[in-house]
């Protein structure tokens, strides 16, 4: 009966600590402000470099406020991307400033932003981060383009330098 009772012990805890739960990671907070800021980051499922960017934010990205831009998908919102005049993925919106197309630095769109950043993520040197100069865009096209782009890394027509 005790090892009955051990064994059932320990699967309840061993299930509870798999459950996969996110955990807040080093983008937490930056990830939050932008969304308190207004930001907004446009894309596709099918776009590479839009699932660079989420990577780069890691769990965090729960917080960024990310519009999907093809209808296939079900939260798919073609209509606010039109509105917003996203032409290519990823594609960043602030508040009254200019969008940044490309897989960004978070602390780069931090500081655009005017968050905050965390201490403990501020450069070594006397430079903040820029924006990057990105080639990590996919222009928004024919559903051809589209299965192109997943299925290989973008050509120079699928890019904008």
């Given at each position: 009966m005790k090892k009955l009772l051990t064994l059932s012990l320990f699967s309840i805890l061993l299930l509870g600590a798999c459950k996969g739960e996110p955990v807040d990671g080093q983008y937490a907070e930056v990830a939050q402000c932008l969304t308190d800021k207004g930001v907004k980051m446009y894309g596709a499922f099918w776009c590479p470099h839009c699932a660079e960017q989420k990577e780069r934010f890691g769990d965090d990205f729960r917080y960024i406020t990310y519009i999907e831009c093809?209808?296939?998908?079900?939260?798919?919102d073609s209509e606010a991307c039109r509105a917003a005049g996203v032409q290519n993925y990823p594609?960043?919106?602030?508040?009254?400033?200019?969008?940044?197309?490309?897989?960004?630095?978070?602390?780069?769109?931090?500081?655009?932003?005017?968050?905050?950043?965390?201490?403990?993520?501020?450069?070594?040197?006397?430079?903040?981060?820029a924006?990057?100069?990105?080639?990590?865009?996919?222009?928004?096209?024919?559903?051809?383009?589209?299965?192109?782009?997943?299925?290989?890394?973008?050509?120079?027509?699928?890019?904008?330098?």
């Open positions: 093809d209808d296939r998908d079900p939260a798919g594609t960043w919106t602030f508040p009254g400033q200019e969008k940044e197309v490309g897989t960004q630095d978070p602390l780069a769109l931090a500081n655009k932003a005017n968050c905050d950043i965390p201490e403990s993520m501020m450069p070594t040197t006397d430079n903040e981060p924006m990057e100069e990105s080639e990590d865009v996919v222009e928004e096209g024919t559903e051809a383009d589209e299965n192109e782009a997943m299925e290989e890394e973008p050509t120079e027509e699928t890019t904008e330098e």
